[in-house]
T-cell receptor, first 114, second 116 residues
Framework: KAGVTQTPRYLIKTRGQQVTLSCSPISGHRSVSWYQQTPGQGLQFLFE???????NKGNFPGRFSGRQFSNSRSEMNVSTLELGDSALYLC?????????????FGDGTRLSIL | AQKVTQAQTEISVVEKEDVTLDCVYETRDTTYYLFWYKQPPSGELVFLIR??????QNEISGRYSWNFQKSTSSFNFTITASQVVDSAVYFC?????????????FGTGTRLTIIP
């Protein structure tokens, strides 16, 4: 069974640009969560989608947004990039609903802002 | 608010030694899940274990064991006879047990280095 797939693995952008990251969950998983990992702040929850609806949102500015498609694939968008957005962005999927199953993570997208 | 504290930032041990990683949590919820994840240099977070707050039984899986003590809000992880492949950053995490809430609150992680 294929794991969580995130693309691209690495990305370099400049300040002010915008970026879209993609996440394909494990087959059958309907919940997709996004996390930002930085040396200073550690792992922080961005948001979670289930059946194309955002169910939870972390404490990030509106420049960070996401969406989920009918096949459960998810994208995350960051607009007007800032130097502080440089981070490893991790996507996690789970069955969701009342399944009480743990989340499984992808390899992440490492975003560098110049 | 939920909080997870991993006081040990870095630990180094010689191969074959036992090592315990500490995790202390705070939550107002009466039911919750606790997790341990491993992050090797590749970056992927690898799921190791999930424990429901109702289940205080310790668990052993091969060289790994977990000690959950609700009275002290701790969920410690022990690796017995450590190996070089155990070198990684280990994260303890906490989540609510609520339909519709998949959010994980992570600790800051413990970097474990196993010296050959």
């Amino acid at each position: 069974k294929a794991g969580v797939t995130q693309t691209p693995r690495y990305l370099i952008k400049t300040r002010g640009q915008q970026v879209t990251l993609s996440c394909s969950p494990i087959s059958g998983h309907r919940s997709v969560s996004w996390y930002q990992q930085t040396p200073g702040q550690g792992l922080q929850f961005l948001f979670e989608y289930f059946s194309e609806t955002q169910r939870n949102k972390g404490n990030f500015p509106g420049r960070f947004s996401g969406r989920q498609f009918s096949n459960s694939r998810s994208e995350m968008n960051v607009s007007t990039l800032e130097l502080g957005d440089s981070a490893l962005y991790l996507c996690a999927s789970s069955l969701g609903g009342n399944s009480n199953q743990p989340q499984h993570f992808g390899d992440g997208t490492r975003l560098s802002i110049l | 608010a939920q909080k997870v504290t991993q006081a040990q930032t870095e630990i180094s041990v010689v191969e074959k030694e036992d090592v315990t990683l500490d995790c202390v949590y705070e939550t107002r919820d009466t039911t919750y899940y606790l997790f341990w994840y491993k992050q090797p240099p590749s970056g992927e977070l690898v799921f190791l274990i999930r424990r429901n707050s109702f289940d205080e039984q310790n668990e052993i899986s091969g060289r790994y064991s977990w000690n959950f003590q609700k009275s002290t809000s701790s969920f410690n992880f022990t690796i017995t006879a450590s190996q070089v492949v155990d070198s990684a950053v280990y994260f303890c995490a906490l989540s609510e047990v609520n339909f519709g809430n998949e959010k994980l609150t992570f600790g800051t992680g413990t970097r474990l280095t196993i010296i050959p």
